[in-house]
């Protein structure tokens, strides 16, 4: 195992358009009660906000990542199939993310869940079922690159050792 678990972060820039707009707004209002402060508490509010919304709702992600990157494979996929489970229950705040959580990811968290878990699976020596997360991937977001490579690499060792 390595020491450092790799991290992909992938960023659908677009979605700071609305991230922009919400600031904005947020500063126009204090500006109406606080002109000469108001981009200095705008900004602290769109902080406080975005950092409470990203580490309240998604909770059992953030666990499943802290677990992930000890090594606590096992764990991690617990967490990672309750975010999976939340996240699939209340679809719309996963598909509106970049206003409901204020996050900038291309990849929605449901899709990273069970790449996470796959790859947790790979890495405690469960090769059948992390291919089986990578085709579960497959089937909800057919356009996966990360799944698309993780199986052509599980299926080209599978190759190499027959």
């Known amino acids: 195992m390595s020491s450092k678990v790799p991290t992909v972060r992938q960023t659908n820039w677009i979605s700071i358009v609305p991230h922009l707009l919400i600031m904005g707004t947020i500063i ?18 769109y902080l406080l906000l975005s950092m409470s919304l990203r580490h309240l709702i998604p909770k059992d992600h953030r666990n499943g990542i802290k677990k992930n990157n000890s090594e606590n494979f096992e764990a991690a ?19 509106y993310r970049f206003v409901t959580l204020l996050s900038s990811s291309q990849m929605s968290y449901r899709e990273m869940a069970l790449l996470n878990i796959a790859f947790c ?7 059948e079922k992390s291919k089986d997360y990578y085709e579960k991937v497959l089937q909800e977001f ?9 199986l052509r690499m599980l299926h080209a060792m599978e190759n190499k050792a027959e």
């Open 28 to 45: 126009f209002i204090w500006h109406q009660i606080n002109p000469e402060k108001a981009f200095l508490y705008g900004a602290i509010t």
């Open 77 to 95: 996929i617990i967490d990672f199939k309750k975010s999976y489970t939340y996240f699939k229950k209340h679809e719309w705040i996963d598909k």
């Open 121 to 127: 699976h790979s890495q405690i020596g469960n090769g």
């Open 142 to 150: 057919p356009d996966s690159r990360l799944a698309k490579s993780a």
